[in-house]
């Protein structure tokens, strides 16, 4: 008579072919995580930031649970700035000199422009600003346009921005805020708000928070156009200042920011002082106001799933890390910009580790606080016209 496998050993055949399918997911998912720490730490986000910009977040976040957590990394890597020009046909290890140079000259750091002096002899400049992304930085960047997920955004302009407003009128400090065009379609009573408020500087900050490497030249520029013309609707007069939403500039980007006539960039990190840029070896007399991801309020406590940021970390851990940045600001007689997102730091205890810092600043002796645009101005007058 057949004999089948007895239970006990089908149990241990059942059990063991579970436990390998458990480890081979787990070898899977730490071959994952490698391969997405080996992508952030070089920079490299590539193929997962590539699928992001075009759109495969989102496709991926409808497979809900499973999808999710990828789309939010591969969305993730496109926020954190890691999107990256696509990646080379030839590996980098393998080009000459000239493609060196030719890769990293594409858009450089120039002249450093940190004036000999700050008005009034004050000893250090601060600019603080707010980046406005409400929704569109779900709906675009990440690809997401789920209730849940948008709402995050919505606080931003609900709740973040009444806060950061009032804190300001409160300490009367100036800021500037960088708007995508689309925040304010949504949200018409923020230009309301700030319309009150000139002492504020509204700078640009693309139409729905899209990602300029994932455009063509000429839809770059015709998005471009369409979120100025919001600006001339709602305000009358176009804004100087220009910060990627991304963070990342395509191969068209700084000549569209010099066409539409722009006083200054704030999207790149080359230095701490302000610079002029340089586009593929050439002076372009455009004035750079560098931000770094350590004066940003998204890396700390901007949450997604399944990312290497924290995420959801005590306010009072980056306290230290933005009054040192400061201090040796301070001391070197530098340029501090300071950038936040109401939707992130407008929480309530990151407001009170906010007002801590500002209320540290004002107690130094000599320090100038101003818009973006009043810092460009100086610069630029302090340097004589930088346009070659
Ligand atoms: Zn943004």
């Known amino acids: 008579m057949h004999r089948g496998p007895s239970r006990s050993a089908e149990r241990a055949r059942s059990g063991s072919a579970e436990r390998a399918r458990s480890e081979s997911a787990e070898r899977a998912g730490r071959a994952a995580e490698t391969r997405w ?7 490299l986000a590539g193929a997962l930031a590539r699928h992001a910009a075009i759109g495969l977040a989102g496709a991926l976040a409808r497979y809900a649970a499973i999808g999710l957590a990828g789309a939010l990394i591969a969305a993730g890597a496109a926020a954190i700035g890691l999107a990256g020009v696509a990646a080379a046909e030839e590996p980098p290890w393998t080009w000459d000199r000239a493609k060196l140079r030719s890769t990293v000259e594409a858009v450089r750091a120039g002249r450093d422009l940190l004036p000999a002096s700050w008005p009034g002899g004050a000893k250090v400049a601060v600019t603080i600003s707010f980046d406005v992304d ?3 930085l779900w709906m675009s960047s990440m690809g997401l346009t789920s209730p849940s997920v948008l709402s995050r955004g919505e606080y931003g302009a609900r709740r973040g921005m009444p806060r950061v407003l009032a804190l300001l009128d409160e300490l009367d400090i100036p800021a500037s805020f960088f708007v995508p065009a689309a925040t304010f379609q949504l949200h018409p009573e923020l230009a309301t ?4 408020r000139p002492q504020h500087e509204v700078a640009f900050h693309s139409y729905v928070h899209e990602n300029p490497l994932t455009l063509t030249r000429a839809q770059e520029r015709e998005v471009y156009e369409r979120a100025l013309g919001v600006f001339d609707e709602l305000f009358g007069k176009r804004p100087v200042g220009f910060r990627s939403a991304v963070w990342d500039l395509s191969d068209a980007t700084i000549d569209l920011v010099r066409e539409f006539g722009f006083l200054y960039d704030s999207s790149m990190m080359a230095d701490d002082h302000p610079y002029e840029l340089r586009v593929a070896g050439e002076d372009t007399g455009l004035l750079e106001l560098p931000v770094e991801w350590i004066l940003d309020d998204f890396p700390y406590f901007g949450f997604l799933f399944n990312t290497p940021m924290a995420g959801l970390r005590p306010a009072h851990d980056v306290l230290p890390i933005w009054k040192g940045e400061f201090d040796v600001a301070y001391e070197e007689g530098g340029l501090y910009v300071l950038v936040m997102h109401p939707q992130v730091i407008g929480k309530r205890h990151r407001m009170t580790m906010l007002r801590e810092l500002l209320e540290y600043i004002r107690s130094k002796p000599g320090v100038w606080i101003a818009t ?9 007058d302090a340097a004589g016209d930088p346009t070659p």
């Open 37 to 43: 720490t080996r992508h952030a730490a070089i920079g």
């Open 134 to 136: 409400t929704e569109p």
């Open 193 to 196: 708000e700030l319309k009150k």
């Open 372 to 380: 973006h645009e009043a810092v460009a101005r100086h610069i630029l």
